[in-house]
């Protein structure tokens, strides 16, 4: 069974920067695809950003792509998720979640923590 601690949430004025961590237990980013999926309060689940197992291959939503940087630490249990530029429709609660690859949809992921709250107001 797969663990997840979120970390690095929290409250942020528009275009300021948060970075996110998600520490994995029972596997290791060379074993599993890990990402983040984002979900606001009254909406669907929307994918954020995933890292192939081993690290080859990063995607990112359009809505992300530009201003979210996803990379792997170099202990393999550990995926960070550096967030600039942040917009108010960026706030959501994130979770870090894995699946054997990336995922088409974030509904697919197979193992998901209970997630970081991040706000972004002014």
């Known amino acids: 069974q797969l663990q997840f601690v979120e970390s690095g949430g929290g409250l942020v004025h528009p275009g300021g920067s948060l970075r996110l961590s998600c520490v994995v237990s029972?596997?290791?980013?060379?074993?599993?695809?890990i990402g983040w999926f984002r979900q606001a309060p009254g909406k669907e689940r929307e994918g954020v950003s995933c890292i192939s197992a081993g690290g080859g291959n990063t995607n990112y939503a359009d809505s992300v792509k530009g201003r979210f940087t996803l990379s792997r630490g170099s202990d393999k249990n550990t995926v960070y998720l550096q967030m600039d530029r942040l917009k108010p429709e960026d706030t959501a609660v994130y979770h870090c979640?894995?699946?054997?690859?990336?995922?088409?949809?974030?509904?697919?992921?197979?193992?998901w923590g209970q997630g970081t709250q991040v706000t972004v107001s002014s």
């Open positions: 979640a894995a699946r054997w690859g990336c995922p088409h949809n974030p509904y697919e992921y197979d193992y």
């Open positions: 029972g596997t290791t980013t060379d074993f599993h695809a």
